[in-house]
């Protein structure tokens, strides 16, 4: 259960492109950061998902030359990449679970025998695909002929263009390049709603529209064919878990627009921003949680109960924001900023396209605490946070966008001299990018164990206070 942000080059104050997404699950699930190296398959390699435990029994040939990629994946199954890019510059962030119609999905029912699923999808497309277009074209394929195991949605971005992808049915799929100057936001639901399948920004299943008329899903008479009408789920289950979220992206960045919360599947699919959107808007995005008003859950107190499902949930196990910004050289240009466990007691950590090698603490982590890997460095202190949010709370995101700040200066130094060292000695300006990289890395991992210690004494301090059971004198 996901909430998706993105962002196109002239809606952004310095024209980059940003892809955004927080993956929610279980808070004991454990992710990794993993760079996969360029390799060779011999003829007739297969990629089964069954032999690394995944969701389904999906399986595609391997290629004979898989680029090298990054991923984020899941610590069980070294599957279910959350977010990476490749070396071609291709990004891919997946999925957004949305679902079907039930009467729709009777008639075309997912296969979750042999279908794709989020599990596969990063390790599929980034060893062999070079542009967001082609990703999508890959994908929309693979959900024709095998099937798509679950409903989701993937967002693709390149240099030149951002894809969104969603799932009808089983074997249904509609994708929309995203409009340059908009935004756009998801959270566990179909969004992409009018479709032309002789336009170019639009892509989809070759039947798409026929199926929808053949069993009375769409009437043409009554209107142009809309995707989300025709295909996915809009009830009351989406009103409290997935409307509020896309209302509060809107009301965010077009605070002039009142709608009501309650309007759902009528908000608009893309928004034109008031003010030009940056890095931090979607950092902001991925940490709200209705900051500070009546249907917050943790600020006043936590509140399990609270029926307005905020887009940062204890149970993110990361969230991260791709940037993509075409006029650097690919190296520094594209960036994963990820924040591990909750994004709003997180850190957005760089993790540059360029980076050669992580910590091997990277790599590691399981569904028990560990005092080693780097997600439970973060997801430590988050739990101990949650203890008494209002009061812990504030002294750990301060120290977080302190050092985000801190961050953002060191790596706009880093990229000058890289764009200078990169003219004549690559591998000066590689050696600069990789020992930039792994000190902000080590920083944040430092100031997350600093703020661990903090909160434990401040703890430990509230306790005695509560329980001191002093004797007559006040002594002890």
Known sequence: MCTTFIVGDKATVDGSFLVARSADSS?????LFIIHPACYYPEGAMYRTKDHNGATDF???Q?????????????????????????????VTGTESIFARDDALAIDPYNKETGITEDDI????????HTAAEGVELLGKIIETHGAGEGFGVAFVDDNEIWYL?????????????????YFGSGNQGRLRLYDPNASEFK???DLIDFAIRHGFYDPQKGPFDFAAAYTRNDDRDRVYNDPRVWQIQKLFNPSVIQPVEDGREFGVFMKPERKLSLEDAKRVMRDHFDASEHDPYSHG????????????FRTYEAHVMQVRPWLPRAIGDVIYIAFGMADLSCFMPFYQGLEQVPGHYGIGTCQADSAS??????????LVMTDYPTYAPIVKKAFGDQERAMTAKQEQMEKQYVELIKSDKKAATALLQKTNLELLAECEALAEDLTNQIFTLATENIQKANFFANRSKKD
């Not at 990063?122 to 695909?129: E, G, H, M, N, T």
């Open 27 to 31: 808070a004991l699930k454990a992710q």
């Open 59 to 61: 399986s595609y040939p």
């Open 63 to 91: 290629p004979v030359h898989a680029m090298r990629y990054t991923s984020v994946p899941n610590w069980q199954t070294k599957l279910h990449g959350a977010v990476g890019f490749n070396e071609a510059g291709l990004g």
């Open 122 to 129: 990063i390790d599929i497309i980034l060893p062999r695909c």
């Open 166 to 182: 969603e799932t009808g049915t089983g074997h249904q799929w509609m994708a929309q390049r995203i409009p340059e100057d908009v």
């Open 204 to 206: 989809g299943s070759p």
């Open 302 to 313: 936590l509140n399990g109960n609270e029926p307005w499902r905020p887009v940062s949930v």
């Open 374 to 383: 780097v997600y439970w460095k973060f997801r430590k202190l988050q739990t």
